[in-house]
């Protein structure tokens, strides 16, 4: 565990050895590789030496290989992309008038463009990454207790639900649309979904889970899967006063 | 009622809010005074506490107010708290999260398409760290799932709110200076 810690912020570094060296945490994906490369080697990007580059490519996957490293399918298909580039280049291009134009039937740059567009979300990431550390350094430590039901907010019984359940089934027998069979959703999918929703809203009301059921079964698995949360101490059920909406919300965890 | 005891409950309840505060929770609490009132009270309390060289600090993040150590006295509270840096997220998670957090709602494949590998165990992590939640489906073939960011992403990373991002402009510009 400590050891991890030690190790998880320089790992991350390229490691510069003599030329044979395979971090996977550093070539993340074959773009990673590449770009490594383009770098070690100050290539002019818009300008890629593609045999050279191939070339090298490929050494890096014998060398995973040799390592018994499983590859995945996008080594593979990135090796294909440039071996096809490379091929390309090799044939002989009619000279156009407009420069132009060239450029654009250039076979490489579909593949700068993507390498491009990965350096810029992985400058995105180091963003991040330093944003984190910051956070990191820095503490909130609320009175545990502060925001313990204030007084006009009660707690939910195991009854008030059932009552609430009950209203909400009620209701929807009165309006009795056809009872189409959906998809059959479990208890497992309907805990994940509702877990869910409640990262995108700091609370829901108790019948807004209910909003979308088209059947009965459909409740109660909704039902059923409210309680298990219940039951796991993930949520927190309340109400302003007894008899009003129950509104249920993430149950913050004990640091 | 005076601003400066305006002042003085606002920076109370940031301090004992769990969550960040938000200027409209304030709202409940001063129902007599306008919002502007309020959201002007609350900047200059803001900068008036920030001003003084204290050890607390009060920070914009997901959309409201909170109140933190400051990042500089970080190695003095961990020897008091005795305790490590938090596990932070992988390079391929912070990756994975960028093209969330930038392309939005965004799902697997298209993941997949900018990262040029495959993505699916750093998502999963990142689902698990409440990272990133389901937005919804997209309207194609197959319905694939989307994925958006969450409020604990902003909180995580202490933006304000998603406009806080420095734009994407700005980090092709850095790749084209250093390819």
Redo the contacts between chains.
């Keep these: 565990m400590d050891n991890d810690q030690d190790l998880s912020p320089d790992t991350r570094e390229p490691f510069e050895g003599n030329g044979v060296t395979v971090r996977l945490e550093a070539f993340e994906g074959p773009l990673d590789l590449l770009l490594h490369l383009i770098k070690r080697e100050e290539i002019d990007i818009w300008n890629i030496p593609i045999a050279r580059i191939t070339e090298q490519y490929l050494e890096y996957i014998q060398i995973m290989k040799d390592l018994n490293i499983n590859l995945a399918a996008e080594w593979l298909m990135m090796a294909s992309t440039l071996i096809y580039i490379k091929s390309r280049m090799l044939v002989p291009q009619e000279k156009k008038e407009d420069p132009e134009d060239e450029d654009i039937e250039d076979p490489r740059h579909e593949l700068v463009y993507q390498l491009l567009e990965h350096q810029k979300f992985k400058n995105a990431a180091e963003m991040l990454h330093t944003r984190e550390e910051v956070e990191n350094a820095v503490w909130n430590k609320p009175p545990a207790d502060a925001l313990e039901d204030a007084n006009e907010i009660v707690d939910v019984s195991l009854f008030d639900l059932l009552r609430a359940f009950s209203e909400v089934v009620r209701r929807f027998e009165e309006q009795q649309v056809m009872e189409v069979d959906h998809e059959e959703v479990t208890v497992e999918q309907m805990i994940l979904d509702i877990r869910n929703r409640l990262l995108l809203h700091d609370t829901i009301l108790f019948s807004s889970l209910f909003a979308e059921s088209r059947s009965k079964r459909h409740m109660i698995v909704t039902f059923l899967a409210l309680l298990e949360l219940v039951r796991m101490h993930e949520v927190r059920l309340r109400q302003k006063k007894t008899f009003e909406e129950i509104q249920i919300s993430k149950k913050k965890e004990t640091a | 009622m005076e601003t400066t005891e305006i002042q003085a409950v606002m920076e109370a309840i940031i301090?004992?809010?769990?969550?960040p505060v938000k200027p409209e929770q304030f709202r409940e609490v001063f129902p007599d005074e306008t919002m502007e009132t309020l959201e002007q009270a609350l900047k200059a309390m803001v900068e008036a506490f920030n001003a003084r060289p204290g050890g607390m600090?009060i920070?914009e993040v997901a959309g409201g107010f909170?109140?933190?150590?400051?990042?500089?006295h970080?190695e003095q509270?961990r020897t008091y708290l005795k305790t490590?840096?938090?596990?932070?997220?992988?390079?391929?998670a912070?990756?994975t999260?960028?093209?969330v957090?930038?392309k939005q709602p965004v799902t697997l494949a298209e993941i997949l398409a900018?990262?040029?590998?495959?993505s699916s165990s750093a998502l999963h992590t990142l689902l698990e760290k409440?990272m990133v939640?389901?937005?919804g489906r997209k309207q194609v073939v197959g319905r694939p799932i989307l994925y958006g960011t969450?409020?604990?992403f902003l909180i995580?990373?202490?933006?304000k709110s998603l406009k806080d991002?420095?734009t994407?402009e700005e980090?092709?510009q850095?790749?084209?200076e250093?390819?």
Excluded at chain 2, 66 to 71: A, C, H, K, L, W
Excluded at chain 2, 84 to 92: D, G, I, T
Excluded at chain 2, 156 to 159: E, I, S
């Design positions: 301090y004992v809010a769990e969550e600090a920070r909170r109140m933190t150590t400051r990042p500089e970080h509270i490590r840096p938090n596990a932070k997220l992988s390079m391929a912070l990756e999260l960028a093209v957090a930038y900018i990262r040029g590998k495959k409440n939640a389901i937005v969450s409020k604990e995580h990373f202490g933006l991002l420095p994407l980090f092709a850095l790749a084209n250093q390819l």
